[in-house]
């Protein structure tokens, strides 16, 4: 069935490394897509988001790039930082069901100091 | 300036009780999304309302979940004759408007245990 997901479920990294994290989506419908960072014991919060028109976009620290071809997305975290471990989420929103968005099943970012 | 407001945030019960959740959204938004999360999965929709109306319930199980968004007062989530199936994280966001975005206002979360 058409899903959100993720390739790898827990992503350890060196404070002041950059941070990749892929997201795979098979809804070729799919027009919006966005990432959520949730903290532990908090609700998701919205980072950055992108639309099917568009390859890239940055944000302040962050990119998301965004290749149709291959149904794939990502986001790029700039100079980690220990306040941004938590799990991350993408999530994308079908065009003719504007409000409902289907997350993906999340991955987890660790940041070594 | 208060965001999305839920409560109780922990909430225990055993098989067979009744759980009610409740979400406030925040100040001048009309339109509220329920989300279950699982653990260690992400969220799945289950319903959107606006005042008094349910606009889409495909989300939400077909037997012992129900929810409303009376006219004044919070939005409720309520669950009946729970059972251990239904121990989750259940989010509430709202948005003043039907957001094709992903700009929703989340709450903090109401975290139910079924023991």
């Known amino acids: ?113 | 300036n208060a965001g999305v407001m839920q409560n109780p945030r922990h909430l225990v019960r055993r098989r067979g009780q009744e759980a009610r959740l409740r979400c406030s959204p925040m100040k001048g938004h009309s339109h509220v999304y329920w989300y279950r999360q699982l653990p260690e999965e992400g969220l799945k929709f289950m319903v959107y309302l606006q005042k008094e109306n349910i606009i889409d319930e495909s989300g939400m199980p077909k037997e012992r979940f129900s929810a409303e968004f009376p006219k004044e007062g919070p939005s409720i989530l309520r669950i009946q004759q729970v059972v251990r199936g239904d121990s989750a994280a259940y989010f509430c966001a709202s948005s003043p408007r039907q957001v094709n975005t992903g700009e929703l206002f989340f709450g903090e979360g109401s975290r139910l245990t079924v023991l």
């Open chain 1, 1 to 113: 069935g058409e899903s959100v997901g993720l390739h790898l479920p827990t992503l350890s990294v060196q404070e002041g490394d950059n941070s990749i994290i892929n997201c795979a989506y098979s809804n070729s419908a799919s027009d919006y897509f966005i990432w959520y960072k949730q903290e532990s014991g908090k609700g998701p919060q919205f980072i950055i988001d992108i639309r099917s028109n568009m390859d890239k976009r940055q944000g302040q620290r962050v990119t998301v790039l965004l290749n149709k071809t291959v149904k794939h997305l990502s986001l790029q975290i700039a100079a980690t930082q220990p306040g941004d471990s938590a799990v991350y989420f993408c999530a994308e929103n079908i065009s003719d069901s504007s409000y409902k968005l289907i997350f993906g099943s999340g991955t987890r970012l660790l940041v070594r100091p």
